[in-house]
């Protein structure tokens, strides 16, 4: 079993910054793919941002220049910078992390709210 702690959500006014972190530990053997979903009221659960072992990454239109995923495979830790955030950007962001064997997991889901 993999086990994901999510940290680092929050209330921001627009324009703000959060840093989310999620840290995958348990059974691991090595991680394929990394990144964040979000879900809002009302709508379905979204693709953030990804990031490959070989730190290919991509993003969601409505981030792409705001948001930067990375990760730290030595400590199998992913990040996601959120910079100029947005009324819009509200929801509840998930970690979600793909083992080589097609393995998906996801984490327990931290609310980020953007007042504007």
């Known amino acids: 079993q993999v086990q994901l702690v999510e940290s680092g959500g929050g209330l921001v006014q627009a324009g703000g910054s959060l840093r989310l972190s999620c840290a995958a530990s348990?059974?691991?053997?090595?991680?394929?793919?990394m990144g964040w979903y979000r879900q809002a009221p009302g709508k379905q659960r979204e693709l953030v941002a990804s990031i490959t072992s070989a730190r290919t990454t991509n993003y969601a239109d409505s981030v792409k220049g705001r948001f930067t995923i990375s990760r730290d495979n030595a400590k199998n830790t992913v990040y996601l910078q959120m910079n100029s955030l947005k009324p819009e950007d509200t929801a509840v962001y998930y970690c979600?992390?793909?083992?080589?064997?097609?393995?998906?997991?996801w984490g327990q889901g931290t609310q980020v709210t953007v007042s504007s």
């Open positions: 348990g059974s691991i053997v090595s991680i394929n793919a």
């Open positions: 979600w992390v793909v083992t080589p064997s097609l393995h998906e997991y």
